[in-house]
């Protein structure tokens, strides 16, 4: 190898301008590709699920099954980056995931006996490879993308995701409306799926393409798994932290109460079409979007925790504005309301994670910590709503002064804004204005929406990069998934 110093000031590494070119055109495709994917499989699961008759309980366990294991495999990949190359594992997780969206598409076609359990098995592994995936991603295309060029890139990539996926998304509701007209619904499941693997396939396709300048891991750099697990414990002793993420997490987890239920309550109470569901899905979703960066601008002229304060107290009353009217112009507009309030709080709680670190500490123990209290959280809130939304028709029955709501979901939707109100309520008054730290000028945080759903809304994924002495860039595993 041709050490630096033999070379002349300001020659690139030789062919690096023909591979990074190539390999971020492939990253665009892949960025459109992967959108086929998630637009479909992320979003109408839970339609799958009400389509194949299944039960209260049952959509609740979709829901918490699938979000605990991913939860669990990114740590488990995190840890494997340290030991094994990145790019194979990536690519051989992407077309894992292949084939277990084309299992779904599968079950679309077959009807089998126990559908709904082979739903939740293929959901498991579904989220367990997006989950496994991403840490490996982050870290490589950091690796790829130059300094100069990171924000314009991924603000590019998610601008083309999201196009992508909205577009996607509608057309999915759209192809599931004509079948129903049709009575085929089963076919256009059956479509749609097969639709969402013949994008992965080509995602996994652009994946192997792709070129990966530091294929190797970093010995120096490994950490063990009982020290990652002591790091994790200790980060709970500080007050601020501890505050913070029980709050989060548990937000999470009581909106897990009611959200597969909202698809229940659109398909089944009021009658909607899949086309009706998805535009009533999308405008939560394109709000969030539109205003994250007016809630940038916000936060960094009045500070994070007066955004998450505003957002906190607001988000409670979100699953009760749909007790008051079966509109659907009335549901639109509070779906944009919606996404009003969750792209300040998913943008704020991020930014707030950040500002509240002890200094010199790693961020990456502290982000870690948080998504694995959240994704506990998710699975009791989710498995609970279940229950509930079991319980509801009988309770309708027993007790008179309900027997005049529209829907025994209701109960579930008034539980989940009692739970939410409580949590909001002990955590406003608790939470501490951090001192705003500079961020050095040897670390930039790179932010972007990775992928949205129907049930979260939008996911944003913070990238953060340190350079080397060297001058070299080495990507740290720093990131906040937030509903």
Not at 308 to 328: E, G, H
Request: aromatic fraction near 14%; glycine fraction near 6%; proline fraction near 5%.
């Amino acid at each position: 190898m041709t050490d630096a110093a033999e070379r002349p000031a300001g020659d690139a590494p030789p062919h690096r301008s023909v591979w990074l070119r190539g390999t971020l055109g492939l990253s665009q495709k892949e960025a459109v590709a992967s959108a086929t994917m998630t637009a479909t499989g992320d979003n109408f699961f839970n339609a799958f699920a009400i389509y194949l008759n299944a039960s209260a309980v049952q959509m609740g366990w979709l829901m918490a099954i699938p979000q605990l294991f991913g939860a669990l495999c990114q740590v488990l990949s995190a840890w494997l980056g340290n030991y094994l190359p990145r790019k194979p594992l990536v690519v051989m997780t992407a077309r894992m995931q292949t084939l277990v969206v084309a299992g779904l598409s599968l079950l679309a076609l077959t009807r089998a006996e126990n559908s709904v359990a082979w739903l939740i098995g293929l959901a498991v592994l579904y989220f367990s490879c997006i989950n496994f995936i991403q840490p490996q991603w982050r870290a490589w295309m950091g690796s790829v993308v130059p300094q100069r060029r990171r924000g314009t890139f991924f603000a590019s990539r998610t601008r083309l995701t999201m196009m992508a996926s909205l577009g996607i998304f509608l057309s999915g509701g759209a192809l599931l409306s004509l079948s129903q007209r049709f009575e085929v619904v089963w076919l256009g499941f059956a479509l749609l799926f097969a639709i969402a693997a013949t994008g992965r396939g080509y995602s996994s396709h652009f994946l192997a393409q792709m070129h990966d300048p530091d294929p190797s891991p970093h010995p120096a750099s490994r950490k063990g798994f009982w020290q990652s697990i002591v790091q994790l414990r200790a980060s709970l002793s500080d007050k601020t932290f501890r505050d913070y993420s029980f709050f989060v997490a548990g937000m999470q987890g009581v909106v897990a109460i009611s959200a597969p239920f909202f698809a229940v309550y659109m398909l089944r109470d009021l009658e909607f079409t899949y086309l009706e569901y998805s535009l009533n899905a999308t405008a939560s979703i394109l709000t969030q979007f539109l205003m994250l960066r007016f809630w940038g601008r916000f936060s960094d002229r009045f500070g994070n925790r007066l955004v998450m304060q505003f957002s906190s107290v607001l988000i409670p009353l979100m699953p009760l504005m749909w007790l008051f009217s079966t509109d659907y112009v009335y549901l639109l507009g509070v779906q944009v309301l919606s996404g009003f309030v969750w792209s300040g709080f998913s943008l704020s709680t991020a930014n707030y994670l950040y500002d509240i670190r002890p200094h010199r500490s790693d961020f990456a123990v502290y982000a870690a910590m948080q998504s694995a209290l959240s994704a506990c959280a998710v699975f009791m809130g989710a498995i609970l709503g279940g229950l509930i939304a079991s319980a509801a028709p009988k309770l309708v029955e027993l007790l008179p002064f309900l027997q005049n709501i529209r829907s025994p979901l209701y109960l579930v939707f008034f539980s989940s804004f009692l739970l939410r109100a409580l949590i909001a309520a002990w955590f406003v008054p608790r939470a501490v204005e951090p001192h705003m730290r500079r961020r050095p000028q040897l670390l930039q945080l790179i932010f972007r929406v990775s992928r949205f759903n129907a049930i979260s809304g939008v996911s944003l994924d913070w990238l953060s990069v340190t350079r080397r002495d060297d001058g070299n860039t080495a990507v740290k595993d720093e990131d906040v998934t937030a509903p």
